[in-house]
Each structure stands twice: as C-alpha cells, then as structure tokens.
C-alpha cells in the first residue's frame, strides 16, 4: 500500500515545476510523515499550484478552443475509421466466397485493404498526436490537467458509444456484432487517438526539442491539414453549418501553428 501511495506521489510531484519538484522530494525523504500524509500535503501543493495557472488565459483556450474541438473531429474520425476496419474483416473473412472480378473493380483486394487500413491508421495517429503536441504547447504548465480531461473524455466516449448496426456480420464470423460495434472503435480510439495524443502532449513539455521531433511535427501537420478533410471529412462539405465550418478549422490547427511558431522564429531574433 505504501509502495502504491509512493508511486501517487511521484506521479503528482511530476506537475511542479523542476526544482520544486525536487525540494519536495528532498522534504519528502527526510520527513517522518507516513504515506498517506506525504501523498496528502504534495497533492494539497499541486491543487494550488495548478489554481494558480488556470488564472492565465492559456490553459482555457487550450481547453476550450483547441481540446475540445479537437477531441469530437478525432473521435468523428475514429468512428469512420472503425467502420473501415469492419468492412475490410469482413471481406477478409469471406474472400474466398467473393467474386474476384467485383473484389478487383472495387479495389477491395486483400491488398488494398490492407493500404487502406494502413495509411488511414497512420493518418489518425500523426493527426492525434500533432494535435496533442499544440495542445501541451498551448496549456503550457496546465498540460497535464488538460491531459487527464482529454483522456477522460475520450474514455467515456468510448465506453458509452451507443451500439451502432453492423451489418456485415454473418454466421460463423471469428467475432460477435458487439465486437465491432463497441469493442473495436474503443481499441482503435485508444491505440490511434488518445495514446498518440497524450504522446505529443509529453513531447511538448521538452523545452530541447531534437530537429526529428520538429520534423514530424511539420510531416504530420502538413499531411493531415491536406488528406483530413478529404478521408475524415464528417459531416459531409454539403451539410455543414456556419459553427461546423469553425470547428472543420481545427483540421489546420496544427499545420498553422508550425507555420506560426516557425516564422515567429525568424522574426523574432531581428526585432532584437
């Protein structure tokens, strides 16, 4: 139990900053307190220290203005993509009862599918994770709140998903209708969104930043800015309202802030 209230600590310790963080632990090891009351001061710390950076503006534009629009258009594209990967095991498991001439006219070879799930796979991943990274950059030190209600929303979301109607199951399929409808998008809501973006919400929160990570932020962003809208697109161009227009704009929020952030860095060195 010890171990485990030890381990609660550190983890909240991780929210202060550099050397805070290490006065505590220093207080931490030579205090007599027990456990339970280390855990309780050091989150006692965290609660005001994070109050304190929810007075700034930041932390609620990216809370307000960036995760949470984000957060529906990923989830939107989780479920297209779920629906993809449906289809496709469904042609899998019935592709020797196919015709092989309708298979090839509608590109659903083996092949095919598997480019397919593929490339949209790594779509949503680079698209999750390029969209967390601006997310930490934007919350700054509240990343680690934002982050935990992003992941708590995805979650839910995915628990509580309605359980849409499949309609390619057959008799003897390797797994039941409730497979796709509900265990399948919240595997690939996990693995594709939430993992890949709480893993550019972490890589943010470097200050030495290696050139790789700068050049994947700007290969992610410029690709999904421009294949999104045309593989993820949700609702269709034709039924979007004036509020769902602003909310497609989040699609090229990580491609504009690289190019803001990139040419503030140009600039800025000259004004000095």
Known sequence: MNSLLLWLTDLLSRTLDPDERSAVRGDCDESAQTALQTLHDVFGLVVRRQAGLWMNWRPWLALAGVAAPTALLLIAGGSWLANGYALQLWVFRNYADIELNYLRESHSTVLDGLLFLSSRS???????????????????????????????????????????????????????????????????????????????????????????????LWVASVTTAFAVPALFWWPAPANLHSWEWLLAGCWYMPLVYVLATANWTRWRPQST
């Open 122 to 216: 790594f779509l949503l991943a680079g698209w999750s994770w390029s969209s967390g990274h601006v997310i930490g950059k934007v919350a700054g030190r509240a990343r680690g709140v934002i982050g935990i209600l992003f992941s708590v929303y995805l979650v839910m979301s995915g628990i509580s998903r309605s359980a849409a109607p499949y309609n390619y199951d057959v008799n003897g399929g390797f797994f039941s209708s409730a497979f796709y409808a509900r265990v399948l998008p919240f595997v690939l809501q996990v693995l594709l969104i939430l993992i890949p973006a709480l893993w550019g919400m972490r890589q943010a929160s470097r200050s030495d930043q290696s050139p790789a990570v700068r050049n994947l």
